[in-house]
């Protein structure tokens, strides 16, 4: 499952990031962070590290699933940041339909 999340107000690092409604996840595979450009400084994308679920407080450059519902990221986000995840939902089967 792809999980976007605009970030719509300033979040501090380690804050709850809640994911959208009705939107639960069991494991986070990779995440990114996508900051777009003000105009002036282009925009850009970066890999996150994946922290160990239940972290409190991730390190900068890393995100951790909280809970089922919230993820903390361990950097300061803004209004021109967007939070791109792929996830493990409930129910869904890891590494189904993988080829080998």
Not at 49 to 70: C, H, K, M, W
Not at 79 to 86: A, K, Q
């Amino acid at each position: 499952m792809v999980v976007v999340i605009p970030i719509t107000s300033s979040v501090s690092a380690g804050s709850d990031i809640s994911l959208p409604a009705g939107i639960k996840l069991v494991e986070i595979g990779a995440a990114y962070r996508i900051t777009m450009s003000d105009a002036s400084v282009a925009g850009t994308c970066t890999a996150l590290t994946v922290a160990d679920p239940g972290t409190a407080s991730p390190a900068a450059g890393e995100i951790s699933l909280y809970n089922t519902s919230t993820v903390r990221c361990g950097d300061d986000l803004t209004t021109r940041d967007i939070l791109v995840i792929v996830g493990v939902a409930p129910g869904e089967v890891q590494g189904y339909g993988d080829r080998r």
